[in-house]
């Protein structure tokens, strides 16, 4: 069993994305997608046990002091401090505030979902985390659907992760002016932009004593504070917001955290260092890789140089149809037989692909 | 279905045009047959099985040496005389590429000929998931060769997800432990000659196996040997001689010599049609293939 049950797995699972290519049905495609995050998610935790991997390696290093502990040291240090930055930290409090605003449905029905929405301050990039919940609060017909007459609330909810104050933090809330209409909390509501006296009109009610859908200047709720209108809908000034002390640590992912700052200060550089290696790497490589010693070196050498020449201005200029040869050079005689490697590759990996789902290549799996 | 209605107009001579943007073979919106790839992937899988069975009942079909496979085991060889190391680098890419799967599974059988030796293994890792598979799989090679009681864990190392972060921490490593022979089996990108080169400094012989063509170039240049594309994919068949691999290898060879017969009447009739245009028949087919 403790071979069968995995090769089974792989059979299953290798001829559902074979069928895949195959079967265009929605469910199907769904049902692709979402095995593919199960793939990712479990990756996820494999990072678990690649620290473990680290920490124990460089730790026995270190413990026994061998030859070059110091840089095992160095690696730890710079594993815990990128730990702290982008994961510990972000469990401790931050900087929160939240809105409600209650709106009635007027027209049709509305999506829960969609129907209100928020956006950062402007200028803010990522340091707010906003999160927009809007709940059913007065269903008429118990169907549990937003539809006319129903009343909705939004809660929207920021934290704050920026290493300093933000001095005037202003959250635009859009929402469908033709579908929703913003009250308070009695149901009144509330006033959105101020009409001149003469576009006002007569407050009526209706049969049904409803309030009226158009607002008269000057009647209706106050708005909650902080909250205003607008002509395009609704703005939260949430004030000053301070950091916490977890801003001041300048931890998260934010654009002002210390952990961007290591990743954009201490290893950008060292990867650009790393690939600027490569041009020397690729001089010494070829010094050693066009020595005349055969046909097929003779063949490669004179290739090279060919196509070196004609990709700068001084091989054009010696003689102008370089570029031209070039071109034939690399669409043709290299395109040609990189593409019947492809071929061979492809061919290659689809065989082992169909050796391992139906099981004849067994090598993967631990054996007993 | 519409390909079939393709199928009906080539019978009768005639090639229609199929529009861009609909699916020739699909029905109902539910299953796409895609039926050239279809027939293609049919026709493979039962090369594949028919060779499969003629490798068992002919243990001894024969199979073109390849260089670079060969000097696995005598680069090991040379490890074990120097009294060095060898180091196995399984690519870069996560385990969901089928590259690192199959560098596993050479990592087993390399595992167990260092095992047998007496050499020291060693294998950074550039992928957390990898790490744990490829800890299972040298174990198992010195299980394969009854001598767990040698197996260390500590020489399968996780070294970093980042690519360059890999590539100095691999080649500090080759630096400081001087190994004598390097592996370079699996899924390589721009590190590979900044991996290769330091294999070179380093004095040791290194065998490299990659289906990613770009790299390809690199590996020539500066390793001993090179496992070019599809004969990355057959090192276990050479290496283990198993009917059921070798007969794989040789369904290939066959289904490419297939390809290369349609590719040559697919550029004659290409030829053809723009000089003298051609008969209806044959039109319709080139529709059929062109879907």
New interface residues.
């Given amino acids: 069993m403790k071979r069968e049950v995995p090769l089974l797995l792989t059979f299953l699972f290798g001829a559902f994305f074979v069928l895949s290519?195959?079967?265009?049905?929605d469910r199907w495609k769904l049902a692709a997608e979402s095995v593919n995050n199960w793939?990712l998610i479990?990756?996820a935790f494999?990072?678990?046990?690649?620290?473990g991997?680290?920490l124990?390696?460089h730790g026995?290093k270190i413990s026994r002091q061998e030859t070059?502990w110091g840089?095992s040291l160095a690696t730890i240090l710079g594993l815990l401090v990128m730990l702290l930055f982008g994961i510990v930290l972000w469990f401790l409090p931050q900087t929160q505030g939240s809105q409600t605003v209650r709106f009635r449905v007027i027209k049709g029905q509305v999506d829960l979902e969609k129907a209100v929405n928020a956006s950062s301050p402007m200028g803010s990039g990522d340091l707010f985390d906003l999160r927009v919940l809007t709940t059913l609060v007065k269903d008429a017909a118990n169907d549990g659907k937003a539809d006319e007459g129903d009343e909705i609330e939004t809660r929207v909810a920021y934290s704050y992760a920026g290493s300093g104050a933000f001095p005037s933090a202003v959250f635009p809330i859009s929402y469908d002016r033709d579908a929703l209409m913003p009250v308070g909390a009695g149901g009144e509501p509330l006033t959105l932009v101020t009409a001149p006296p003469s576009t006002a009109q007569a407050a009526s009610v209706d049969a049904t004593g409803e309030p009226p859908k158009t607002i008269p200047t000057g009647e209706g709720a106050s708005f909650p504070p902080g909250l205003s209108g607008s002509e395009t809908g609704l703005v939260w000034n949430a004030g000053s917001v301070a950091p916490s002390l977890f801003g001041t640590a300048r931890a998260g992912n934010g654009a002002t955290s210390l952990y961007t700052w290591f990743y954009d200060a201490v290893?950008v550089p060292?990867?650009s260092t790393?690939?600027a290696?490569?041009a020397f790497?690729?001089s010494?490589?070829?010094f050693?890789?066009f020595r005349i010693r055969s046909t097929h070196a003779v063949l490669l050498g004179v290739t090279a140089l060919v196509v070196i020449l004609g990709s700068v201005p001084v091989g054009e200029a010696l003689w102008h149809k370089f570029p031209t040869l070039v071109a034939w050079v690399m669409n043709c005689l290299q395109t040609a037989g990189?593409r019947a490697?492809?071929?061979?590759?492809a061919?290659?990996?689809?065989?082992?692909?169909?050796?391992?789902i139906v099981g004849?290549?067994k090598?993967?799996l631990?054996?007993d | 279905m519409r390909g079939f209605a393709v199928l009906a107009g080539i019978a009768a001579g005639a090639g229609p045009a199929l529009a861009a943007e609909e699916a020739p073979w699909s029905y109902k919106g539910v299953l796409d047959f895609k039926l050239p790839i279809l027939l293609a992937l049919v026709v493979f899988a039962g090369l594949i099985v028919f060779m499969i069975g003629v490798a068992k009942r002919n243990p001894h079909l024969y199979i073109r040496p390849l260089a670079g496979i060969t000097a696995i085991e005598e680069a090991i060889g040379r490890a074990t005389e120097m009294g060095r190391p060898v180091i196995y680098i399984p690519g870069v890419d996560d385990i969901n590429n089928i590259q690192t799967i199959y560098s596993m599974v050479i990592l087993e059988k390399v595992a167990t000929m260092v095992a047998k030796y007496g050499t020291p293994l060693l294998v950074p890792t550039a992928s957390a998931f990898v790490t744990p598979v490829a800890e299972e799989t040298v174990k198992q090679g010195y299980l394969n060769a009854g001598v767990p009681e040698n197996f260390n864990p500590n020489n399968i190392r996780y070294m970093s997800n980042e690519q360059f972060a890999f590539t100095a921490a691999t080649n500090g490593m080759i630096l400081r432990e001087r190994p004598a022979a390097s592996l370079l089996m699996g899924s390589f990108y721009a590190e590979s000659l900044l991996m290769a080169e330091t294999g070179f400094r380093a004095g040791a012989i290194q065998v490299a196996g990659t289906a990613n063509i770009h790299q390809l170039p690199f590996f020539v240049v500066a390793c001993d040997y090179t496992l070019i594309g599809e004969e990355f994919y057959v090192a276990t068949a050479y290496l283990s001689r198993e009917p059921g691999l070798v007969g794989t290898i040789k369904a290939q060879d066959y289904f490419k010599l297939i390809l290369l017969a349609i590719m040559i009447a697919g550029a004659l009739g290409a030829t053809m049609a723009l000089n003298w245009g051609l008969p209806a028949w044959l039109n319709g087919l080139a529709g059929f293939l062109n879907f």
């Fill in positions: 290519n195959f079967i265009t049905a793939v479990v990756i494999t990072y678990v046990l690649g620290v991997n680290i124990r390696i026995l070059g840089y290893y060292m990867q790393m690939f290696l490569l790497f690729i010494s490589a070829a050693r890789a990189k490697i492809l071929i061979g590759a061919l290659g990996a689809i065989a082992t692909g169909m050796k391992m004849a290549e090598g993967y631990a054996r």
